[in-house]
């Protein structure tokens, strides 16, 4: 039996063996200096990893798009697009994690490669050319994160967090394998692309099919049965409505810094995963499958707005938020078109933007085992520090959507591109649940602004570096939403792939 | 004959998968867990992928199983009686979902048209029957043909698979870490 | 044979292939049961002597009828289970120890293929490709009957020294596979029978194939002890602390099952070490002619009776180790020098080619 290894191609996978050698160069420099060695050079290695890993990705911007490693990843704009947003999410992490690790008296050595390595299943995620790497990424990124929600082990919430993903989770990636083998069963093939043509798309990268049945042959009734369990277990990563129930709860009980990171990043992984093998194996499907996501999408902005409006803790409301938003961005699938793959790039750059930014206030506000997350402790915050209520005042807008924020411009481009798509009630129902959301966006403004304190709190520490995180995304939210047009420009060169 | 066995033993497997459900004894639900596991061996056997067979057997049924039975000893946990206004209403919804997809499935499946399968008056899903068509070829289920592909074709997930695995171990570390004391 | 009650030349070969497979498996498990009788004499004789005294000497002629005598005792004693017990596993779990063991000796070549008055004739049950696999595989799950037994007497005892017993097997295990696996990078097959094949084409057992070779069979053959729940690791039936570990709810035919797969398993770790690294009937040439050949199970026992004399030796030399040392012994020492041991050889393997030995001459 002859054995040929496949042709190594380590510049397209660079970012990622960046990352792996960043995550094993942290364990091993917390071995060597040891526990009691400060936690701030941990943090700027990860960072300096992360921060070289993304120059690499910008470097090959200009390169060729192509398959790597027998056809299992692809290197491509779409890819480096999402490598860099998952990269910037990640340093963002750090930053706000080194203000808690310092708080909750974590261990840095084990948090700091579990990011790492959760930042390689996110990327994975988005690069996969095969099913058999999407399933990879989705359990590299859960693993870790079912360890990072529970990683307070100082308080009990986190650990009932951290089981009810863990048991939520596993169901859910049973779901996706269940839906991989269905649709292998029905085309012979993982492969994305292989996939794709034996339901006779139109070309792209296609690699070797060796295997795949021939266009035409497929079996219909198991290959539908494999998208719908498709869409479960990626539906479940994504928070979309029936499988959301874990995120309310997760994101209150996670460090705040994993609960960023994850409204964030893996949603913006998991969308990334669901518009590649959406878009590029099942584009000739799009009739039968968008249908079904519309209706999960209405359902998800609907649930999400509603419920979000009931909520007491900032953190859980801001949970059910990310929920609308993960049905925002999921219209921008449904439209299954170039246009509408763009929006979702650009809406992901600006909701990675908000989000984090609101989240880099309350982790300023937050204190050692009092995490302030209540909407009432906003009370009045603009007679104590006007700066950050007017930053927070900037995210809530851009969150509910005002203009001239980036939360506008994104919705805007998701909307209209869903109109195209002849989804006219699609929008509709969005834009109405979008101006529900408003309610409960301000009532936070109205907090900071028209309520007298209860209390007066002392001054916290400064956070230099969350605060600054917070600055230049209060700065990114506007600047976005008044010059949409480099990002929009760079998102649809990102995603050319989609006919 | 092979047909007969198949029969035997996926009707075995599905009824011991219903029993581990169906168990109020933590226990007893890992036994036929494990029963559902050797059936599973003996179907790929059938299928000539016998590494596969034997793998099974070894990872699952000697390895993860014999750990699962582990916790449930040193938890000893005396099952707290389900409350039954909450289970009230989840079983049967539980149970009406479960024969609902069972039944979608189903449908899913039988109207697929099957190539002819090795088993007499059976027919098997396209990818089923490619792969044992290469059974025939290449005598898969030898190492050596499982092998090759491991470290041709699938030989960056398999790499990744370790860093998966290297997380999993850095968290098993973060559990094991003694609790600070609740403050 | 064609056209025998009108089947065709294919199925008679399957059913004759059935009926000398169940024959010889009859054969082997009545073997197996037998060996394990005389091994619990000749144990408790090896004992004595060492002990400087006589052992059993009474039943027949120099005691060789004990082990009936005991057979008889323990078929007819009281069998007892505890009434919290849970009856169907505390009966399962003999079951489970016990089968697992009987049936791994169905892939273990006893002697080389050959052919008598022209007919052919193995001395195994079965060659598999995965052989050795079939063998871990179904060792391993012996140790649900160590486990279940522990769990299902509801005994505090017994619950500790099945706790103890499948930690200590589990680990073991790593140990003794990854040694296992040296000798499999050797000879570059799974399948035993090819594995003995090629010691004996080499002229060498693998135990001395050096280095590599030979740490991998000192690893295997302490982690085959440890496998084997025996002295100096017996902590699952410390009697000092535990009672008699996983079985001390245990009594009459049931508990002699538990003793009968103890000793099934020590013969099987030793037929396996013999084939791994002792080159099975080395030195007999595998294409010697008939007669030379049927020599080859004769050595082959032989080998397993050397071990199975050290298993004697080692249990009235050594004293129990303590479970913290007997752990961090399998996962600090004997899984690096294992894995070490496999990078060393699989380094040599792919570097010279398949079946030289760079320092074997």
């Known amino acids: 039996m002859t054995f040929a290894l496949p042709a190594l191609d380590w510049w397209a996978i660079a970012p990622m063996l960046v990352l792996v050698l960043t995550g094993c160069a942290t364990l091993v420099a917390e071995l060597v200096r040891g526990d009691d060695a400060g936690r701030a050079p941990l943090a700027w290695l990860t960072v300096a990893g992360a921060s070289v890993s993304g120059g690499i990705a910008l470097g090959q911007w200009d390169d060729p798009a192509r398959l790597a490693f027998s056809d299992m990843v692809s290197s491509d704009r779409f890819t480096l697009f999402f490598t860099v947003l998952f990269l910037v999410v990640t340093c963002v992490t750090v930053l706000f994690a080194f203000e808690q690790l310092r708080r909750e008296d974590f261990h840095p050595g084990e948090f700091y490669p579990l990011l790492a390595f959760s930042t390689i299943g996110m990327v994975l995620m988005a690069a996969a050319a095969d099913l058999v790497i999407t399933f990879i990424g989705v359990e590299l990124l859960s693993i870790c994160l079912y360890i990072l929600v529970g990683f307070s082990r100082r308080r009990r919430e986190p650990e009932e967090s951290a089981i009810k993903y863990l048991l939520l989770g596993s169901f859910a990636s049973a779901f996706l394998l269940y839906g991989i083998a269905l649709v292998y069963g029905s085309t012979g093939t993982t492969s994305l692309a292989c996939v794709g043509r034996a339901l006779g798309a139109p070309g792209g990268l296609v690699g070797a099919c060796e295997g795949a049945v021939a266009t035409g042959s497929v079996a219909t009734g198991m290959l539908l049965a494999g998208i719908g369990l498709l869409v479960v277990g990626l539906g479940f990563k994504a928070a979309l409505v029936p499988f959301h129930s874990w995120a309310p709860d997760v994101y209150e009980g996670a460090p705040t810094a994993i609960t960023a990171f994850m409204s964030v990043g893996v949603k913006a992984a998991a969308f990334a995963a669901l518009l590649r093998v959406f878009l590029v194996a099942f584009p000739t499907l799009a009739p039968d499958w968008s249908v079904l996501l519309a209706v999960v999408a209405t359902v998800t902005m609907v649930t999400g707005n509603t419920v979000a409006l009931f909520q007491r803790n900032i953190k859980r409301m801001l949970g059910y938020s990310s929920i609308a938003h993960a049905g925002y961005l999921l219209v921008a699938i449904v439209a299954a078109s170039h246009a509408g793959a763009a929006s979702l790039l650009f809406y992901a750059v600006g909701y990675a933007a908000m989000n984090l930014g609101a989240f880099a206030i309350v982790v300023v506000l937050g204190r050692a085992g009092e995490e302030r997350v209540a909407i009432s402790d906003y009370a009045g915050l603009s007679q104590r520090q006007p700066l950050l209520a007017a930053l927070m005042a900037t995210f809530m807008f851009a969150l509910a959507g005002v203009p001239p924020t980036v939360g506008f411009v994104g919705k805007f481009y998701v909307f209209s591109a869903a109109v195209d798509a002849g989804y006219v009630w699609l929008a509709l129902a969005g834009l109405a649940s979008s101006v529900a959301s408003a309610y409960y966006y301000l009532r936070v403004v109205y907090q900071m602004y028209m309520v007298d304190p209860k209390e007066v709190v002392a001054s916290h520490s400064p956070h230099r570096w969350v605060s600054l995180v917070a600055t230049v995304a209060g700065f990114a939210v506007i600047a976005l939403g008044v010059f949409p047009g480099g990002i929009i420009g760079v998102a649809t060169a990102s995603t050319s792939f989609v006919r | 004959m092979e047909f007969l066995i198949f029969s035997a033993v996926a009707a075995i497997a599905i009824a011991a998968g219903l029993l581990m459900v169906l168990q109020r004894n933590a226990m007893y639900s890992a036994l036929f867990l494990v029963v559902v596991f050797f059936c599973l061996a003996v179907i790929y056997i059938l299928l000539g992928a016998y590494f596969l067979a034997v793998v099974q057997v070894a990872v699952y049924a000697g390895a993860i199983m014999v750990l699962m039975l582990f916790v449930i000893m040193l938890l000893n946990v005396a099952w707290p009686e389900p409350d039954d206004r909450v289970l009230g209403l989840l079983r049967p919804l539980g149970a009406t979902a479960a024969v609902t997809f069972a039944m979608l499935m189903a449908w899913a499946l039988a109207g697929t048209p099957g190539l002819p399968s090795p088993l007499p008056g059976t027919s098997l899903p396209v990818g089923a029957a490619m792969t044992l068509g290469r059974v025939g070829e290449a005598q898969a289920g030898h190492v050596q043909e499982v092998a090759v592909t491991l470290f041709s074709k699938y030989l960056l997930p398999f790499e990744l698979v370790s860093i998966l695995l290297l997380a999993a171990i850095l968290g098993a570390s973060v559990l094991a870490r003694k609790r600070p004391d609740h403050a | ?361």
């Open chain 3, 1 to 361: 044979m064609n056209g025998i009650f009108g089947l065709d030349g294919r199925t008679w070969d399957i059913i004759l292939a059935i009926i000398t497979a169940s024959i010889k498996a009859f054969v082997i498990v009545n073997g197996l049961l037998l060996a394990f009788a005389y091994m619990t004499l000749s144990e408790r004789k090896v004992l004595g002597r060492m002990q400087a005294r006589y052992g059993p000497n009474r039943a027949g002629p120099w005691g060789i009828l004990q082990p009936i005598a005991d057979g008889i005792k323990l078929a007819f004693k009281e069998d007892v289970t505890p009434r919290q017990a849970n009856r169907w596993i505390h009966l399962l779990a003999p079951c489970l120890a016990l089968v697992p063991a009987l049936i791994i000796f169905a892939v273990i070549p006893l002697g080389p293929e050959m052919e008598v008055f022209g007919v052919p004739w193995t001395w195994h049950v079965a060659r598999v490709n995965v052989a050795y696999l079939y063998a871990a595989a179904i060792a391993s799950v012996g140790v649900y009957g160590i486990v279940l037994a522990g769990w299902a007497s509801n005994s505090k005892y017994a619950l500790l020294g099945g706790l103890r017993a499948s930690a200590q097997v589990i680990s073991y295990e790593l140990a003794q596979g990854l040694a296992a696996m040296t000798a499999i990078v050797m000879a570059g097959s799974l399948d035993l029978y090819e594995i003995v094949n090629q010691q004996v084409a080499s002229g060498l057992p693998y135990a001395l194939y050096l280095p590599f070779g030979l740490v991998a069979f000192v690893v295997y053959v302490i982690a085959g002890v440890a496998e084997a729940n025996r002295a100096p690791f017996d902590l699952a039936e410390a009697e000092g602390e535990l009672g008699a570990g996983f079985h001390t709810e245990y009594s009459g035919f049931k508990w002699s099952m538990f003793f009968m797969a103890e000793y099934v398993n020590m013969i099987n770790i030793s037929a396996l070490a013999s084939v791994l690294f002792l080159g099975g009937w080395w030195p007999i040439p595998t294409d010697a002619p008939g007669v030379v050949q049927a020599l080859g199970p004769v050595v082959f026992l032989v080998k397993i009776a050397l071990f199975m004399f050290m298993f004697i030796w080692l249990r009235a030399t050594l004293p129990r180790l303590r479970f913290d040392r007997l752990m961090s012994l399998g996962w600090k020492v004997l899984l690096p020098v294992a894995l070490v041991n496999l990078i060393g050889t699989a380094t040599v393997v792919a570097l010279w080619p398949l079946g030289t030995w760079p320092f074997a001459n």
